[in-house]
């Protein structure tokens, strides 16, 4: 199947001009249309192994970005995101097109599809076995998952768990991975050969950026992973690595928490809940360094 980089030269910026690049991120393909050169960079850069469908086939989302035909385009450019036409959000500072984009397909997601139970959590996988790490931001989730899948775990998701209703299995979705201010730096120190997009300051989120997602998690997009441990990350500074085993039921609750659709699933989504809790060992984990963590996470996975 084509990907996004075997591209004829020009094809990119064309067809997100045309009729829109149908993108494959594995359960879903999103139709993207853009003329905004920093939207076709991002692409480009984030999303260079990603299979493409069709051209003018199914797909789940449909977006579009744009600048908006107000007095600011003269002063203050912006850009719109319209999703099925419709534009959920404000605009924003043309600067931030790229992350607009990022974070209106993780909207889209999360708002609609909801034949999966969707918990805000990275998620990890070795040996045929998933780390979902619940936590609100701030809490180092997305920086612990970036080392993680930079030495020897594969890719599932950085920002949605999604658990599939009928087997309990979680479904990937290996996306660029979302950093935030210091882990930015930190990245780049620790992972010189790693792809960056460009730093976007002023966000409401501070300064972004997103890493690459590896090439072969976006390879393995089709294969399921079954859980095994739901780990709450939780990154404090000058602390030293420690593992506390967390009571099954108080980690319901506080996945739960950070679900966003179990309450829209009722009984389904309870259900759903107390069967990957049933099938996780899970812990509180708190750490300072990274190489702490990933030594963590080897010790967990290598127990039987």
């Not at 780390?131 to 993680?148: D, H, M, Q, V, Y």
């Not at 792809?195 to 300051?201: A, E, K, Q, T």
């Amino acid at each position: 199947m084509l990907t996004v980089a075997q591209l004829p030269a020009g094809q990119l910026a064309a067809r997100l001009a045309g009729t829109g690049l149908y993108l494959q991120t594995g359960a879903f393909v999103t139709r993207l249309q853009s003329t905004i050169p920093g939207v076709v960079h991002g692409v480009g850069l984030m999303y260079a192994d990603y299979p493409l469908g069709p051209d003018n086939g199914y797909a789940d989302f449909h977006l579009r970005m744009v600048r908006p035909l107000n007095w600011r385009r003269w002063l203050r450019p912006q850009v719109q995101l319209l999703a099925d036409g419709l534009a959920p959000f404000k605009p924003l500072p043309l600067a931030q097109a790229y992350p607009m984009f990022e974070w209106g397909l993780n909207w889209c997601i999360s708002s609609r599809a909801h034949s999966y139970l969707m918990l805000h959590a990275a998620v990890v996988e070795k040996n045929g076995r998933a780390a979902i790490l619940p936590a609100p931001p701030g809490s180092g989730k997305s920086t612990l998952c970036a080392a993680l899948v930079h030495h020897g775990w594969r890719l599932l998701s950085d920002e949605l768990t999604m658990v599939r209703l009928e087997d309990g299995l979680i479904v990937p979705m290996p996306r660029p991975i979302s950093l935030k201010n210091g882990s930015i730096d930190l990245m780049r120190a620790a992972l010189p050969a790693a792809l960056f997009s460009p730093p976007v300051h002023d966000t409401n989120k501070g300064t972004v950026a997103h890493l690459r997602a590896p090439a072969d998690s976006v390879g393995r997009l089709a294969e399921p992973a079954r859980p095994a441990w739901i780990i709450f990350p939780r990154y404090e500074a000058g602390a030293a690595a420690e593992l506390l085993p967390v009571a099954k039921g108080r980690a319901h609750l506080r996945a739960a928490e950070n679900a966003f659709n179990y309450s829209v699933l009722g009984a389904r989504g309870f259900d759903a809940m107390a069967e990957l809790i049933e099938q996780s060992d899970c812990y509180d984990f708190c750490y300072s360094s990274l190489a702490d963590g990933i030594a963590t996470f080897e010790r967990v996975a290598a127990a039987p």
